[in-house]
């Protein structure tokens, strides 16, 4: 699969739209990390719905400094970001809804990590445009919903991104899913604006719905 740039992406002007996000929806972020930085003498402890402040040195109390954190982070993805698990039953649900339906892989990752995203993507059977991202999503969103008279709706982890989507796309439907089930007790959630599932089972269903 190849990334593309928002103003290139071909989207039908009537059909349905999915856009996807990637971390925590089709990919186990959380625990892909975590093995990354176990390999460095960090351990991950999820005591919040953070990342860096779940890293700690073995036997400390107090998180990892930030600086160091944020290294690990840019580091996985240069040498670990392949090592990630698909979410059940992702892969297989999109292949159902992407027959009546456009895809487009939304992701917030670093630019260095582009070889490593699609790669994985490709690897899993999630083969969609894909947009490298940074910052908040909903003008991103917004744009693309505008281009489409079919419902457009977004999946993701985190509510920013989701109250994002809200501001600039009130008419796209928000679904949220947090598949690492260790962070879904801390994660933020508005389920009265933001459809919340843990899993695909459910997603996949009712994407479908707000689709027909």
């Known amino acids: 699969m190849q990334p593309v740039a928002l103003e290139d992406l071909t989207i039908h002007p009537a059909a ?9 929806v089709l990919a186990h972020f959380m625990a892909g990390f975590e093995r990354y930085v176990n390999r460095h ?12 402040q779940n890293l700690y040195r073995p036997g400390e109390t107090e998180p990892l400094d930030l600086e160091t954190g944020k290294a690990l982070f840019d580091d996985f993805f240069r040498h670990g970001a392949d090592d990630l698990d698909p979410v059940e039953g992702a892969a297989d649900a999109l292949a159902d809804l992407s027959a009546r339906s ?33 910052g908040l999503k ?67 269903p009712a994407l479908g719905a707000a689709i027909a």
């Open 16 to 24: 349905p739209l999915l856009i996807v996000d990637v971390d925590e």
């Open 102 to 134: 456009g895809v487009v892989i939304l992701t917030n990752a670093p630019a260095h990590a582009l070889e490593s995203r699609t790669g994985w993507l490709g690897k899993y059977g999630f083969d969609y445009p894909m947009i490298l991202h940074s």
């Open 138 to 204: 909903g003008p991103a969103i917004a744009a693309m919903a505008g281009r489409t008279a079919g419902p457009s709706c977004f999946i993701d982890d985190l509510l920013p991104n989701l109250e994002s989507s809200y501001q600039s796309a009130p008419a796209v439907a928000r679904f949220q899913i947090i598949a690492d089930h260790r962070l879904r007790p801390y994660a933020p959630t508005v389920p009265e604006r933001h459809d919340l599932h843990e899993d695909w089972a459910t997603l996949g």
């Open 41 to 52: 003498g960090v351990e991950m402890r999820i005591d919040r719905f953070a990342l860096f």
